[in-house]
């Protein structure tokens, strides 16, 4: 998730809170003994450690004024400029140069295109210059051990951070990443680092923090493993009358009737797509309307990385721009 949409809960000014360490409280303990039973841990080491972390405790019974969900309700255009920005073109390309031999072997053994990759970093953390300032074991203890809607997903996110750092001879202590747990170039959440993060420079340790090669490979290896289709299209423009436009999701939609299913409901499909190609149609919010987009197996892919189909299609059209500008000043 990139940095730059953290949306934050403002509580009233009325509200009161202390900070006290994760050790003083039950719902640590009992993560620790499961550490300790289930993984082996040392229990004097994690108590130690959560001694260090602080959760922040309401004093009196907190009643968020959310925000607008300033990130979620943005306009598709709006959002995409936030990353498909001369600075960023420029930088991928720089970026593509210094790192072409990696992109290079990393597009022949995994079929990932190099601009998708490039795309990827830039968009999640400006090709390694923002990872992220946020110390990972507090946040993930915060999000874990509150009233977080989602504190199950965190706690087992905050297991698997712990078995990295330990697999890796890392200090959970000093590791930092996103608002919400997210590690390295790549912005890979905990689970993902130890299940699709690969050494790819040869030094034999898997470092989403400083290895530009590591982060290549991984990503390239987090799209194989999601059954990414062999340089296959991602999306098109599409004209859709008022029926047809309910099967277009604002949502993720994962392409399941083929190209001849649609034809046969009367939907214009280009005749160049092969009748056996599965196919989806998505809606991108604009402030008074929305586009309709047909969308591809890959374009499906993208949003397995990050769920929101703005995210997945400013991937794709950042990676062109990318491109078109690689090339030209690559002949």
Request: hydrophobic content about 35%; glycine content about 4%.
């Amino acid at each position: 998730m990139p940095y730059i949409l953290f949306l934050l809960l403002v509580f009233s000014s009325a509200l009161s809170a202390k900070s006290l360490p994760a050790t003083n409280f039950q719902t640590t303990h009992d993560f620790i003994n499961k550490m300790v039973s289930t993984h082996q841990f040392d229990k004097t080491e994690l108590n130690f450690i959560f001694s260090k972390v602080n959760l922040i405790v309401a004093e009196k019974k907190p009643k968020p004024i959310k925000q607008k969900a300033k990130a979620k309700s943005m306009s598709w255009h709006k959002y995409r400029n936030l990353f498909i920005t001369d600075a960023r073109i420029n930088q991928g390309v720089k970026f593509w140069q210094n790192n072409k031999t990696t992109l290079d072997r990393a597009e022949q053994q995994f079929h990932v295109p190099q601009e998708i990759i490039v795309a990827i970093l830039g968009i999640e953390t400006n090709y390694g210059k923002n990872k992220g300032t946020h110390a990972t074991l507090e946040t993930l203890a915060r999000l874990s051990f509150g009233n977080h809607r989602r504190k199950k997903f965190y706690q087992k996110e905050l297991e698997q951070f712990l078995l990295l750092s330990r697999e890796n001879s890392l200090p959970p202590l000093s590791i930092k990443g996103s608002y919400a747990g997210a590690l390295g170039f790549a912005q890979f959440i905990s689970s993902s680092y130890r299940h699709y993060a690969i050494d790819y420079d040869g030094d034999k340790k898997v470092d989403l923090f400083n290895s530009s090669a590591d982060a290549i490979g991984s990503i390239a290896n987090y799209f194989d493993k999601h059954q990414w289709h062999d340089f296959g299209p991602y999306a098109r423009p599409i004209t859709l009358n008022s029926n047809q436009s309910s099967y277009a999701k604002y949502s993720t939609n994962k392409p399941k009737k083929n190209a001849t299913y649609w034809r046969n409901k009367g939907f214009a499909i280009d005749s160049d797509i092969h009748p056996n190609t599965k196919l989806s149609f998505i809606k991108l919010r604009q402030d008074n309307h929305f586009e309709t987009w047909l969308t591809f197996w890959n374009f499906y892919v993208l949003t397995r990385y990050n769920h929101d189909n703005r995210y997945a299609m400013t991937a794709v059209q950042l990676s062109e721009k990318i491109k078109q500008q690689f090339n030209q000043q690559n002949p």
